[in-house]
């Protein structure tokens, strides 16, 4: 026959044995079903699995099984980790004391860039904003962030990490645009941090992205550089002004509630001495009716009593005192008391 095996034939194979290769290849089989059958979900993950693309199952923590050759995938989507997203520069050596890449590292460069006609600083680009008054800020912020959702944050986002950049950089613009510079740089820091975590979760929670925001927190806020130094002796007047109403304030506090209590003061003893005044007329003008009763009843014994009153009344301011009879014809030439008491003795 023609095609019958020769061994003297160079070009003749002896037949396939399939036999003798059939255990390999099913053990081989077996291996690369073993190797694709089995995964592992770390304690901070959820395992998402696919069949031929599709969603099938959410697996917890743990070693799980699935179907081989490709037929279903797995992929592991951390949930409990916190992730942090920065804006305005970049933590180049993270650490107990982090070193940072910020604006002031790519001023230099950035203005090279201008001059050659290459684009500018891109730190810059996203953290340069307008307030509501009309000024810039340099706004520097972080974004901590979880995945709250597995399923959501695989299916639903294409890019989500890209995605949750662009919204945040556009809700801050959004929240910076509604409050004045000093509420930026000092008093409204918190509120605008608020305002800019709640609104991002509104968005995302609209676009149905499985995350979570747990911190919107501004770090340093700033004039650009062009502006500082302006905007430093801005300020500086602003402190000066806010010095001299406070000291306006401290005197105002320190001399009106004295003036007001001092006039209390002089309004309450004029009531008193309204009130003394008063009540010593309708006395006398009491007394003065008693006595006239009394007159009326005994005219001659209230007139001796006036009389004696009266006198009394006037004796202790008297100096010198003469006592005369009524019944003495003439005077006797008395000594001068006074004049010898005043020389020392009586001549």
Known sequence: MANAYSPQSPFNFPPFKWAAVAPVLVLLAALAAAGSLFYQVDQDEAGVVQRF???????????????????ETSQNIKTTHVFKEEFGFRTAVPGIRSIYENDEGFAMQRRQNVYRGAGGDPFLDESLMLTGDL????????????????????????????MLRNISEAVMRLVIGDHTINEVLTAGREEIQYEASAKLQSILDEYQAGIEILNVILQDVNPPDEVKPSFNEVNEARQEKEKLINQAWEEYNRVIPKAKGQAEQQMREAEGYKLDKINRALGDAERFL??????????VVTRKRLYLETFEALMPGLESKWVLDENQKSLLPFLNLDGAKKDGGVQ
């Open 290 to 299: 008693m006595t006239l009763e009394a007159y009326k009843k005994a005219p």
């Open 135 to 162: 000024n810039t800020a340099v706004v520097q912020w972080i974004v901590q962030y979880r995945i709250k959702d597995p399923v959501m944050f695989a299916f639903q986002i294409r890019n989500p990490r890209d």
């Open 53 to 71: 693309g599709r969603y099938i199952r959410t697996t917890p923590p743990g070693l799980h099984t699935k179907l081989p050759f490709g037929i």
